[in-house]
């Protein structure tokens, strides 16, 4: 059995905060309790990325959170074109970090691309499915 929700943000700022919010809502509705910091800071990462180089002005991006079993998949999609790469950069440069910590903290990581913008996918192992999840099986 799995289960999923997904919301839809405009390409503002205040929206990676938002963002945020709705993961950590999510999760703590969903009784998953361990990965939660992990995600949190992908959603951050990701959807700084999708508001400054993914989501085209006037346009939404969208995160997805799903649970299959013991993984926990956080999805965030928007409108631009490119293929994001991760990247290792110098001490000091002040950016390129964001889909590097998302590889790295994610036990298997991702792009899928579509007819217009791409998702990019973290996915993490959780001890264990949601209790109500597990009653439903």
Known sequence: MSLS??????????????????VRDVLAEWDVPDRREDVRLCVSELATNAVLHGA???????????VEGLLLRLEVRDSGGG???????????????GLRLAWELADDFG???HAVGKTVWPAFKIASAPAWLRSRA
């Open 5 to 22: 929700r997904q919301r839809c943000f405009s390409s503002g700022r205040d929206s990676v905060r938002s963002a945020r919010d709705f």
């Open 56 to 66: 085209q002005p006037g346009r939404e991006f969208s995160v997805r959170l799903s």
């Open 83 to 97: 293929r994001p790469e991760v990247r290792s950069p110098d001490a000091d440069q002040c950016s390129g970090r």
């Open 111 to 113: 792009v899928t691309e």
